[in-house]
Nanobody
Framework: QVHLVESGGGLVQAGGSLRLSCVASGRTSGVSTMGWFRQAPGKEREFVAVILWYGGNTYYADSVKGRFTISRDDVRNTVYLQMNSLKPEDTAVHYC??????????????????WGQGTQVTVSS
């Protein structure tokens, strides 16, 4: 069983930066893909970024491309989401997710079987 814990959310002004962290524990050897998703009030959960655990390939939603960077630390079993030039529309609960045995990247939340508890990101205008 894999367990995910996110941290790093908070309140920031537009144009500011935050770095989210997601620590994976448990049986992490089977994890193939790690993703970040977010959900704003009244909206569906949407894809933000994904990274392949082996190889490090990344993929981003168009809305965050050029502003957000996803990365991983193999030693610490941690995935990061560096968020720069934040906008009010980035306000949402941000979730870390893990997929076991997935081949390639996926932007579909249903591809991920393990989720963290979420961390709130609020960007004021």
């Amino acid at each position: 069983q894999v367990h995910l814990v996110e941290s790093g959310g908070g309140l920031v002004q537009a144009g500011g930066s935050l770095r989210l962290s997601c620590v994976a524990s448990g049986r992490t050897s089977g994890v193939s893909t790690m993703g970040w998703f977010r959900q704003a009030p009244g909206k569906e959960r949407e894809f933000v970024a994904v990274i392949l655990w082996y190889g490090g390939n990344t993929y981003y939603a168009d809305s965050v491309k050029g502003r957000f960077t996803i990365s991983r630390d193999d030693v610490r079993n941690t995935v990061y989401l560096q968020m720069n030039s934040l906008k009010p529309e980035d306000t949402a609960v941000h979730y870390c997710a893990a997929a076991v045995g997935l081949v390639g990247v996926s932007t579909n939340p249903k591809s991920y079987g393990v989720w963290g508890q979420g961390t709130q990101v609020t960007v004021s205008s």
